[in-house]
């Protein structure tokens, strides 16, 4: 019989390897921008229309973050796994610009079910004092997708053609699936009945969890305003072509994965909130000094490590805080949480392209802007509801 705590090491393992399909195929677009605008035979623009649409529409996340409360955090899991292989592999069988605009919409749904299932699970089931270390473990497989499934992405386009990262891609999300169903326990839903998920879905909107949701929010703009033009600033600075912006990506992923590094050491010792509040000043001061580096190719990947270190350091400390804003919707808050994680990047997707026309430093104090608004609110205004919690896998 498995141990508690070898329970909670096969839970982190598959969550992690789920993280990492889901997030290489989010993450992707960005470096590779302009190939794929090529590709389609569309320009810039239009591709980061399509982007804009995919993080737009998984605002509406929390619908189906409700099935999640009143059904199981397993079922809606498995169901959103499904959608999000079958929507990527219909872009790598069939890649015209009409199938990826839709490909891109209906995966960006199902990746806010996914990850929110994921934390709304996890807040279920790890101590609110031990959450953000496990909740920084499940981010590693959004790091790691810059260090190992873009690459990989890279290289596959240069040798398989450039629609052929979602082919694989989506055949990854079924078998993710798959292991989700066969691996992960089922847990009774969070709300026994209508009533009782009415009361919990009220308290979503008192002031703290609204506040917490702007603040999802204004912590993911700054890092869109500046990644939705990564691969285009790259490339006219540097003129880097395809594998050399996959190995830009790993630099970006080793600082990823250090951020979480960061977070398991450090969230929980610090507190929540302080470490968010760390994260987003060292952020703000990385955006300060990227316009001022020009063709410096060594330094731009310094500050751009740093940057999104902070930024992942911010998002895997934000998380757990997040589980403890609402506790007995949780699932449709973590769904929600995932929702403004994703305005928050369609907002830069529409915002980046066009700040970048006025120079790099548009952007950087743009994201700066954001930042400290962010702060500000997460000083003044928002502190947990849910100080401890007993539930152990």
Same mark, same amino acid.
């Given at each position: 019989m498995k141990t508690p705590e070898t329970r909670v090491r096969s839970l982190l393992t598959v969550f992690t390897l789920t993280r990492l399909v889901v997030s290489t195929a989010f993450r992707m677009v960005y470096p590779f921008l302009p190939a794929f605008a090529r590709g389609f035979g569309?320009?810039?623009?239009?591709?980061?229309?399509?982007v804009s649409a995919r993080s737009a529409l998984g605002f509406f996340g929390p619908a189906l973050g409700a099935i999640a409360d009143m059904r199981g955090r397993k079922q809606a899991l498995v169901i959103a796994l499904l959608v999000f292989g079958v929507s990527l592999g219909l872009i790598g069988l069939w890649p015209v610009y009409g199938i990826f605009f839709w490909g891109m919409v209906i995966s960006g749904g199902a990746s806010v079910?996914?990850?929110?299932?994921?934390?709304?699970?996890?807040?279920?089931?790890?101590?609110?004092?031990?959450?953000?270390?496990?909740?920084?473990?499940?981010?590693?497989?959004?790091?790691?997708?810059?260090?190992?499934?873009?690459?990989?992405?890279?290289?596959?386009?240069?040798?398989?053609?450039?629609?052929?990262?979602f082919l694989w891609l989506g055949i990854a999300g079924l078998v993710s699936g798959g292991l989700v169903g066969v691996a992960i326990p089922r847990i009774p839903p969070s709300s026994d009945n209508w009533q009782q998920f009415q009361s919990g879905l009220r308290g979503i909107f008192s002031p703290i969890p609204l506040l917490g949701l702007l603040l999802a929010i204004l912590t993911v703009l700054p890092n869109q305003v500046i990644s939705i033009v990564f691969g285009v600033w790259m490339e006219n600075s540097f003129g880097f072509k395809i594998e050399q912006l996959g190995a830009a990506s790993s630099v970006i992923g080793l600082?990823?994965?250090?951020?979480?590094?960061?977070?398991?050491?450090?969230?929980?010792?610090?507190?929540?909130?302080?470490?968010?509040?760390?994260?987003?000043?060292?952020?703000?001061?990385?955006?300060?000094?990227?316009?001022? @580096? *020009?063709?410096? =190719?060594?330094?731009? $990947?310094?500050?751009?490590?740093?940057?999104?270190?902070? #930024?992942?350091?911010? /998002? %895997?400390?934000?998380?757990?805080?997040?589980?403890?804003?609402?506790?007995?919707?949780?699932?449709?808050?973590?769904?929600?949480?995932?929702?403004?994680?994703? @305005? *928050?990047?369609? =907002?830069?997707?529409? $915002?980046?392209?066009?700040?970048?026309?006025?120079?790099? #430093?548009?952007?950087? /104090? %743009?994201?700066?802007?954001?930042?400290?608004?962010?702060?500000?609110?997460?000083?003044?205004?928002?502190?947990?509801?849910e100080k401890t919690q007993t539930t152990t896998v």
């Open positions: 569309v320009s810039i623009e239009t591709i980061a229309g399509a079910i996914i990850d929110s299932s994921i934390h709304a699970y996890l807040g279920d089931k790890i101590p609110y004092a031990r959450r953000g270390q496990a909740a920084a473990i499940i981010e590693l497989g959004w790091s790691m997708a810059f260090l190992i499934g873009v690459p990989l992405v890279g290289w596959s386009i240069t040798r398989l053609g450039w629609s052929s990262p600082a990823g994965i250090t951020g979480i590094g960061c977070a398991i050491l450090f969230t929980d010792r610090l507190g929540k909130r302080r470490a968010v509040s760390v994260g987003l000043v060292i952020n703000s001061l990385a955006c300060l000094v990227m316009p001022f @580096l *020009g063709a410096q =190719l060594w330094g731009t $990947l310094a500050v751009l490590f740093v940057f999104f270190l902070s #930024f992942e350091f911010t /998002i %895997a400390s934000l998380i757990p805080m997040m589980t403890a804003l609402s506790v007995q919707a949780r699932g449709v808050f973590m769904a929600a949480t995932l929702a403004s994680f994703s @305005l *928050g990047d369609s =907002l830069g997707a529409l $915002l980046g392209p066009i700040l970048i026309a006025k120079g790099l #430093f548009a952007n950087a /104090i %743009a994201a700066v802007i954001f930042n400290l608004a962010g702060l500000l609110l997460l000083v003044l205004f928002i502190h947990p509801i």
